[in-house]
């Protein structure tokens, strides 16, 4: 059984990585469109004003500190005694903001070593910086003030030696401390990663995967990291492995030479214009909704086989809608394979209500080259289908969404055409 302690330590690769974290990005930006501090203000951000049951997009910190107002709460659960502010989301602004403070991030390092992890998340390698500019530490209170100073907004930074180690530092520690800043390194692992007690606090471990460690009786981060590695290889395969290795610290990704990770789904939510009666028009908004998210995998070069399907109805019926997973037989990205098994779900589960809100997600996600060969099936009309979503998405990307779209978005119940002048489902 290895651990750390049986590592060569100076074989590791060693970085300057910085994860930077910013606080409530959608309330913050909000607070600061404003002139106010989000560490002092009460806001939150709603996906729909009108809707007792609209979503909490982001909470400010401060109400998170006085009502423990999250984004699992909805909006009738907001105090509507004047104490909160309360606003609708604006993404323009804040993908606007996330693009000036990703150019921000490129005065402290090369452009290629500023990698955006989410829209409120990005890493930095600064190993090449920190001769000119000063320690890591000095470094990343320089992103801070500076941060604050032209965007009144407040950052976590982690600094690690590696990139896992940074996400770690930020996610257990730097946003407990008084300055916002936590360093994790190879040589107080035992003191830090170690310390992490639960396994669904580690980056990359997820509910499932935590039982199924915990059946072979590891419980904490340490435990794992003293593991039995040909266990986890035989429970894992190739995964068993890495979680031994992350367990310990170690993580051989190098921003600038890697693509981002692949997001855990993919999916799309809309809540109408106004309520839908007719179950055709509900299908054709699940069918742009789909051809959407099959869009966003083709771009990622990913693969799904777990799909989603979720429906709200509207608040003047007595139901609630419905919500049903289906594992499909062979993951794809193929835009007319995807809107069949969701056909499938609608059909199998809708009532006949009238519907408000539609989500449609696709998970098990996978690397597209990870795809099989189904031989029953038509070959050559995979192909076909595979080069016209193809040469959709080109024509798309060269022209704009709106340039070649399918005839059902032309009639009365679609909704594609009137949300591309929309950004990302909100008014800019």
Not at 248 to 254: K, L, Q, V, W
Not at 371 to 381: C, G, P, T, V
Request: proline share 2%; aromatic share 8%; hydrophobic share 40%.
């Amino acid at each position: 059984m290895m651990s750390l302690l049986t590592f060569e330590l100076d074989q590791l690769p060693r970085r300057a990585i910085l994860a930077v974290d910013i606080k409530s990005f959608f309330a913050s930006v909000e607070c600061a469109l404003r002139g106010l501090d989000p560490l002092h203000t009460r806001l939150v951000v709603v996906s729909d004003l009108n809707r007792p049951g609209g979503v909490i997009l982001a909470a400010s910190p401060a109400v998170k500190k006085a009502y423990g107002i999250t984004t699992a709460n909805r909006l009738f659960e907001v105090p509507r005694d004047g104490t909160v502010k309360i606003v609708e989301p604006h993404m323009s602004l804040y993908l606007s903001m996330n693009k000036r403070i990703n150019e921000l991030f490129e005065q402290y390092t090369e452009q290629r070593y500023v990698q955006a992890y989410s829209i409120d998340e990005s890493f930095l390698d600064i190993t090449g910086s920190v001769a000119l500019m000063g320690d890591a530490v000095v470094i990343a209170r320089k992103i801070k003030q500076t941060l604050f100073a032209r965007y009144q907004l407040h950052c976590s930074i982690g600094i690690g030696d590696n990139p896992l180690l940074a996400k770690l530092a930020m996610d257990n520690a730097a946003k407990k401390t008084s300055d916002g800043i936590a360093y994790w390194n190879y040589e107080n692992i035992p003191q830090t990663v170690w310390q992490i007690k639960q396994l669904t606090d580690f980056w990359g471990i997820g509910r499932r995967t935590a039982l199924r460690l915990e059946k072979h009786g590891y419980y904490s981060v340490k435990s794992l990291a003293h593991a039995d590695i040909d266990i986890l290889k035989k429970e894992f395969g190739i995964l068993g492995e890495q979680l031994y290795y992350h367990a310990n610290g170690i993580d051989y990704t190098r921003i600038g030479e890697t693509a981002a990770p692949l997001e855990k789904s993919y999916s799309k939510n809309q809540i109408l214009f106004r309520d839908y009666h007719e179950k055709e028009e509900v299908r054709i908004i699940i069918l742009e909704m789909v051809e959407d998210v099959a869009e966003r995998l083709r771009e990622q070069k990913a693969i799904g086989d777990i799909i989603h399907l979720s429906v709200g109805n509207s608040r003047n019926t007595q139901a609630a809608g419905f919500s049903r997973r289906m594992k499909i037989s062979e993951a794809t990205n193929v835009t007319s394979k995807l809107i069949q098994a969701f056909s499938i779900l609608f059909d199998r589960y809708y009532q006949g209500e009238a519907v408000r809100s539609v989500n449609v997600s696709v998970g098990g996600i996978r690397p597209d080259t990870f795809a099989q060969i189904n031989l029953f099936e038509n070959s050559y009309q995979l192909m076909s289908h595979q080069k016209l979503d193809q040469t959709v998405d080109d024509i798309r990307q060269r022209f704009g969404k709106s340039a070649i779209m399918r005839a059902v978005s032309y009639t009365e119940a679609a909704t594609a055409i009137q949300r591309t002048r929309i950004v990302a489902g909100h008014r800019g």
